[in-house]
C-alpha cells in the first residue's frame, strides 16, 4: 500500500480545470495553437507520405537501438555498482576505472573507435572472416549497440553504487538473522530496494539515451534520424524534416516518461 500522505500530495500537485484556464495559460496555448497552425498550413508536408514506410522503419531501428542497449546496459550497471560496494578492491578499482573513462570521453569518440578501430581490423584475420561472427561484425549496428551500451552501463552504473550503498543496512541484517541465503537476500532484498530508489534516475537516463541514438547513423545505421538525414538531401528541406524528427523524438519521450512513472507509481512507496 503507498504512503496516504504522499498520494494525497501528489494529487495536490495535479493542475484542477480552474488553474487551467487562467488568463497568462490561455494566452500560452492560443499561441502554441497559432504556431501549430501556421506550421501545418505555410509548410510543406507532401512528402511525408511518400517516405512515411521509411519514417516508420527508421522509428522502429531507434527503439530496437534503445531497448537492447538499455536493457542490456541495466544488467551491467548492476554488477558494476554492486562491486564498487562490496569490492573486492580489484573488482572494485576496475569499476571505477570503467565508469570514469566511459563518463569522462564522447560517446561519439567511443562509437567511431569501435566502428572504424576495432572494425576495421577484424578483416585483416582469416580466423574471424571464416567465423560464423563475420556476417555480424562486417554490419554496423552491433558497434554501435556496443557503444550505447557500454555508455549506459557505465552512467547507471554510478546511479545503482549509489542506490546499493543507500538500502538501510537493518535490513539486510534484518534478512540474514530472518534465515535468507546471500544470494535470496540480494534477490529479495537488496535489488529491490535498490533499482525502487533508482527508478526516477533511471527513467531520466532512458531518455538521455534515446537522445544519443542519433549518433549510430554517423555509422550508417539506418534509424530516424538517418531517413531524415536523406529526406533533407532528396527534397532540399530543411525546417519540416527536422520539426518531424523533433515531434518524433518528443512523443518517444512522453511515452517513456508516462510509462516509468506508470511503473513507479505502481511500487510501493511505505518505508523507502
Sequence with gaps: ???????????????????????????????????????????????????????????????????????LGFLLAVPIGLVQVTGPWPLKMLAQVFCTVIRGTPLLLQLWLLYYGLGSLFPQFPEIRNSFLWPYLRESWPYGVVALTLSFAAYEGEVMRGAFAGVPSGELEAARAYGMSPFTVFRRIWLPRAVHRALPTLTGETVLQLKATPLVATITVIDVYAIISQVRQKTYLTYEPLLLLALIYLCLTAILVVGFRYFESKIPTRGA
Design 1 to 71: 500500500m503507498s504512503d496516504p500522505t504522499i498520494t494525497a500530495l501528489a494529487l495536490t500537485d495535479l493542475p484542477t480545470k480552474k488553474s487551467i484556464f487562467k488568463p497568462h495559460r490561455i494566452v500560452l496555448m492560443a499561441i502554441a495553437a497559432a504556431v501549430v497552425f501556421c506550421i501545418v498550413w505555410f509548410m510543406r508536408w507532401d512528402w511525408v507520405p511518400e517516405y512515411s514506410d521509411r519514417l516508420a522503419d527508421g522509428v522502429g531501428m531507434t527503439l530496437i537501438m534503445l531497448a537492447s542497449t538499455s536493457i
